[in-house]
């Protein structure tokens, strides 16, 4: 059988697939009958059966109502592509190539140091550039920090994040201080004592983290986590990104597709509101809104005041007599102008956020009125927001959270 006559064997079985579930057959069925007929698909041949059968008569809502389904196909498709961690697609994969880019910047520090012949300047200038290449690391720490780690806490595995966490730490700071040292080399004599305080504990550190990633870390992940939990992570990698590497394009375009047939509208069940990033109870979402260190008020997408938050320190009186009244009511003859401006160039999507400041009864008053849309851009309402910066204006320096100053 040719190759190409394969393929459209391969997208008939798809296409019948599709036509039975629209008809009843259930995702267990589809999903075992698509891993025994099919086996693997890109992401390319799902979009196109799709197209196919919209040019075939099925419309394209019917189709989206049943976008979770198809979902499956491409959640299977992904979990086949990183299926072993020598896969281009596979998480662990992609940090060890960013892994050995990484080595290579750190060889290319050691040789520096042996330039001794070469003009300050210039070694000056390759060691700054250097040293910035290899902040990119702090995406390869986050991606590993925000991702792989509560995946692993899910297990019941902390030891990563309160040590390893801990590790990278030390490479920011130890990075953090070789660039900023850079400056203090005013001669090459100077070079010796920069490289055994600043850069030679830097490079121990970051090719020890390689080790322990490459050692314990991954191998420790490989053993606990279920192809699902890779999917979930290289899915999350996207918010994070990559540094060095280039994710491969058949990974990315399935990850797309993916995303785009996973419904994202928020769901209330058993007292609770699951949205795309969580979990609130009712009570939490309200105690959430009148916590929050600013006063919010949403008037929808007619101009009416729908809700505002109820903060114990309000910046502006609100009272519930307003819900349901035109905004345009709730303010003075002389901002009515303003307010019909801004709403008209929101609704015309000339603009997305008007920003106003000023002095009020002592406070340093900042507000915000920012447009509301959903995903396909179409406006929903404003969102007013008003903050008091009295104190923010006056910080000055760093109070961290590892400072123990609070």
């Keep these: ?39 693997t698909t890109s992401s390319t ?29 491409f959640q299977s498709a992904l979990e086949k592509s990183i299926i072993k961690e020598t896969s281009p697609s596979h998480p662990v994969y992609l940090f060890k190539l960013e892994n050995r880019e990484i ?3 750190a060889d290319s520090l050691k040789k520096l140091k042996e330039e001794r012949e070469e003009e300050l300047p210039r070694t000056k200038r390759k060691l700054n550039d250097l040293l910035n290449e290899l902040k990119g690391i702090e995406i390869h720490y986050a991606r590993k920090e ?32 070789a660039i900023s040292s850079v400056e203090e080399i005013k001669d090459i004599k100077d070079l010796e004592p920069y490289s055994k305080n600043s850069l030679d504990p830097l490079i121990e550190e ?29 899915k999350e990698s996207d918010n994070v990104g ?27 069940e058993d007292n609770e509101i699951g949205f795309p990033t969580g979990k609130l109870r009712l009570k939490e979402l309200m105690s959430v ?20 938050s109820d903060s114990k320190e309000r910046i502006f009186l609100r009272t519930k007599s307003i819900i349901g009244i035109k905004v345009q009511n709730c303010h003075p003859p002389q901002s009515l102008k303003a307010v019909e401006k801004i709403l008209k160039s929101f609704k015309e999507r000339k603009r997305d956020m008007v920003d ?39 910080l000055e320096g760093e109070k961290r959270l590892d400072a123990e100053t609070y």
């Design 45 to 73: 041949e799902i979009a196109e059966i799709e197209q196919a059968l919209i040019d075939e008569g099925l419309s394209p809502e019917e189709i989206k109502k049943f976008c979770n389904v198809h979902a499956l196909l």
């Design 103 to 105: 080595e290579k910047i």
């Design 146 to 177: 925000l991702i792989l780690f509560p995946f692993l806490e899910k297990q019941g595995f902390t030891g990563p994040s309160k040590v390893m966490w801990g590790k990278d730490n030390e490479v920011r700071d130890l990075l953090k201080k």
């Design 242 to 268: 990559y540094v060095f590497v280039e994710k491969p394009k058949e990974t990315e375009a399935l990850i797309k597709d993916l995303k785009s047939t996973m419904l994202e509208e928020p769901v209330f």
């Design 356 to 394: 106003f400041w000023f002095n009020q009864e002592g406070k340093f008053v900042y507000i915000k009125y920012i447009a509301v849309r959903d995903e396909g851009g179409s406006y929903l309402g404003t969102l007013e927001v008003s903050q008091d910066l009295t104190g923010i204006k006056k």
């Design 206 to 234: 970051v090719t020890g983290m390689i080790f322990k990633e490459e050692n314990i870390l991954f191998p420790t992940c490989l053993e606990k986590l279920s192809a699902n939990d890779w999917v979930e992570i290289l």
């Design 289 to 308: 809104l009148n916590t929050l260190p600013v006063d919010i008020t949403f008037v929808d997408n007619e101009d009416k005041v729908r809700y505002f």
């Design 1 to 39: 059988m040719t190759k190409n006559s394969n393929k459209q064997k391969k997208k008939e079985i798809m296409k019948d697939i599709i036509r039975k579930l629209h008809q009843g057959l259930t995702i267990e069925e589809a999903k075992e009958r698509f891993e025994k007929e099919i086996g």
